[in-house]
């Protein structure tokens, strides 16, 4: 069964960092683009960045509201891929998703990890 | 950054009605637009994909239609377990995904 799991969330403070994973079962990570996609409280989807399968380069792309502050990367061995969150903003309160690419749409998505930026 | 406008915010449906959402996009993005259905606690579910393609496991009261910049998504005959919060999405921009603000359904 396809599917992926996020986790790690919780409260941390404003300037601090805190790094989230997401665990896929049923493929194989690095074949695929894998997003990351965030919701903040009472506010829509917003898509926060992508790495690309290893055929593709692994490239990386980032939206410009986390670009220079968060980075995405995948450990083939475990089959995850995370997402390094630093210099947190309380605008960064939101509840995170990883999904897989799979075709010019967002397939499989987890039921998503809180990450609370609070004082 | 493409910007995507869904209309309306939000709308209260009678069970069986036929509910229409609209999505413009700032710019042409040919048919590489898709939908998605969003519950409190769950995980997003892909409804539609490429505008008009049904997902797999998707009841067919579900439909999707349009071109260019305007775009549609139907459900024909709406029922209680449609209760959620539906976006579009543009995926012609592969460097910046954007989706709209979302259509609260309620019935």
């Known amino acids: 069964q396809v599917q992926v799991v996020e986790s790690g969330g919780g409260v941390v403070q404003p300037g601090r960092s805190l790094r989230i994973s997401c665990a896929a079962s049923?493929?194989?990570?690095?074949?695929?683009?894998m997003h990351w996609v965030r919701q903040a409280p009472g506010k829509g989807l917003e898509w926060v960045g992508v790495i690309w399968s290893d055929a593709d380069g692994t490239n990386k792309y980032y939206a410009d509201s986390v670009k220079g502050r968060f980075t995405v990367s995948r450990d083939n061995s475990k089959n995850t891929v995370d997402l390094q969150m630093n210099s947190l903003r309380v605008e960064d309160t939101a509840v995170y998703y990883c999904?897989?690419?799979?075709?010019?749409?967002?397939?499989?998505w987890g039921q998503g990890t809180l990450v609370t930026v609070s004082s | 950054e493409i910007q995507m406008t869904q209309s309306p915010s939000s709308l209260s449906a009678s069970v069986g009605d036929r509910v229409t959402i609209t999505c413009r996009a700032s710019q042409n993005i040919a048919r590489y637009l898709n939908w998605y259905q969003l519950k409190p606690g769950k995980a997003p579910n892909l409804l539609i994909y490429k505008t008009s393609t049904l997902q797999s496991g998707v009841p067919s009261r579900f439909s999707g239609s349009g071109s260019g910049t305007g775009f549609t998504l139907t459900i024909s005959s709406v029922q209680p377990e449609d209760v959620a919060i539906y976006y579009c999405q543009q995926t012609s921009d592969r460097l910046w995904w954007t989706f709209g603000q979302g259509t609260k359904v309620e019935i």
């Open positions: 999904s897989r690419d799979v075709g010019a749409r967002f397939g499989e």
């Open positions: 049923g493929f194989t990570c690095s074949d695929y683009g």
